[in-house]
């Protein structure tokens, strides 16, 4: 027995794709992942 509708049961899990290699210039955003540190500002309020 399914608490779900018949159309939710049947959708296929995510599967991430892969991580662009080291060196290359591609920015990956699907994983919802920031290539870049936080701001000196977060880091700072985080500290204290």
């Known amino acids: ?3 779900f509708r018949p159309s939710v ?3 296929t899990d995510y ?3 892969d ?3 080291p060196g ?3 920015i990956k ?3 919802n992942e ?3 540190p936080p701001s000196p500002q977060a880091m700072e309020v ?3």
Do not use: F, G, Q
């Open 19 to 21: 991580r662009p290699k």
């Open 24 to 26: 290359t210039s591609i």
């Open 9 to 11: 049961d049947e959708m």
């Open 15 to 17: 599967k991430p794709s």
């Open 29 to 31: 955003l699907n994983s």
């Open 46 to 48: 985080l500290r204290n």
């Open 1 to 3: 027995m399914s608490y």
């Open 34 to 36: 920031n290539p870049y």
